[in-house]
């Protein structure tokens, strides 16, 4: 069972910058990896994605601003955030989307705030 670790998040201001990553426990090649956010009360959004042939996706509200990217060999998915807003404040979250369901168990997930 792949187990996904979520990382680096933290507060930082409108403006800043902070770069998550998601370690997998196992073999990730092959699967689209994506992130997804929570905020209390919510549904988890997805943010961006990444397929197997690094072609990506986003979500409107993070296009030129976001950035997905994977390491294959380390089996590790980033996300590097540019031009934070408070609206990006959430627990980030890592997975794999298929057909409707997720492949992976949730980790624990990130939290990232952005507030002065």
């Known amino acids: 069972q792949v187990q996904l670790v979520e990382s680096g998040g933290g507060l930082v201001q409108p403006g800043g910058s902070l770069r998550l990553s998601c370690a997998a426990s196992g073999n990730i090649f092959g699967y689209t990896m994506a992130w997804y956010r929570q905020v209390p009360g919510k549904q988890r959004d997805l943010v961006a994605a990444i397929m197997f042939g690094a072609g990506t996706n986003y979500a409107d509200s993070v296009k030129g601003r976001f950035t997905i990217s994977r390491d294959n060999a380390k089996n590790t998915v980033y996300l590097q955030m540019n031009s934070l807003k408070p609206e990006d404040t959430a627990v980030y979250y890592c997975?794999?989307?298929?057909?409707?369901?997720?492949?992976?168990?949730w980790g624990q997930g990130t939290q990232v705030t952005v507030s002065s």
């Open positions: 997975n794999s989307p298929k057909s409707g369901y997720f492949v992976f168990a």
